[in-house]
């Protein structure tokens, strides 16, 4: 099973390459991430007619998440992350697809840091990190993916030295992280690539792709029942410099039950 997680940066003005890649790449779940389209905007019959069934939880102008089936639909658990009723944030979505449990998350961006839009961030880390220990629990085959908005390590980014403040680096997140990880779960493209310096984002300004001046944000975290049956975790890159492409390229795992 090939699962991928992409941040589209804008569902509907990223459609045509959205598409593409799906009849290029045949992902069999694909988590979307920053769809900037409320509920009704999501292009639920394009997706279909490219052969996918969908979920999604819509913002109007920012966020949003949706996770997409391929011959098949997700049964969905939630579109929520429990501990904040107050939580507008379109940010999570879980459902099930073919017995495994797959969360669909768009983690906040935190700047600038600090100030409150970082303390936000701190404490949805934390519901993140409770709720991945419930699922832990229960003991299934789970999938974390999406856009954490982390830079994990020196390894994950350009220039480490230039980001030091930002909230995609502090200590503070790159903790977070690491606390999630340390309950159980397998970061699957640094598993099977633990000492290469790739990327999964690369900004729009400076030629940042062109220098492959790029950080790496979007990550697939496995559950111990899943982890061992994991083969290949790789960035479709090529996606990156399509015209009128996301600043982000689709990441992705394949594994065998």
């Known amino acids: 099973m090939k699962i991928a997680t992409y941040n589209v940066n804008g569902v509907n003005g990223r ?30 019959a394009a997706i279909r007619d ?7 939880h819509g913002q109007k102008s920012w966020n949003g998440v949706a996770i997409l089936v391929r011959a098949g639909q997700p049964h969905e658990i939630r579109r929520a992350l429990p501990g904040d009723p107050d939580d507008a944030h379109s940010r999570y979505i879980e459902a099930a697809v073919k017995g495994i449990l797959i969360g669909c998350l768009y983690l906040p961006n935190g700047n600038p840091a600090p100030g409150p839009k970082f303390d936000y961030k701190l404490r949805w ?52 992280y690491r606390l999630l ?7 699957a493209l640094r598993e099977l690539h633990p000492g290469e310096r790739i990327y999964t984002f690369w900004d729009y300004f400076r030629n940042a792709f062109g220098r492959n001046a790029g950080l790496r944000i979007d990550h697939l975290l496995l559950s111990p029942a899943i982890a061992p049956h994991l083969k290949r975790a790789e960035v479709d890159r090529e996606v990156r410099g399509w015209e009128k492409a996301s600043d982000h390229a ?3 795992i394949d594994f065998e039950l």
């Open 125 to 176: 880390f934390e519901r993140l990190r409770s709720h991945a220990a419930e699922l832990l629990a229960t003991g299934a085959p789970a999938v974390l993916a999406g856009d954490y908005n982390v830079m994990p390590t020196d390894l994950d980014v350009y220039k480490p030295e230039r980001w030091v403040d930002d909230a995609l680096f502090r200590p503070e997140v790159r903790e977070a």
């Open 15 to 44: 459609l045509p390459v959205l598409l593409r890649w799906l009849k290029e790449a045949a992902p069999d779940v694909v988590c979307l991430q920053e769809l900037k389209a409320p509920q009704e905007k999501f292009p639920e």
């Open 50 to 56: 490219a052969g996918y069934g969908a979920i999604w």
């Open 181 to 187: 990880i340390a309950q159980g779960w397998t970061d």
């Open 250 to 252: 689709p990441t992705w």
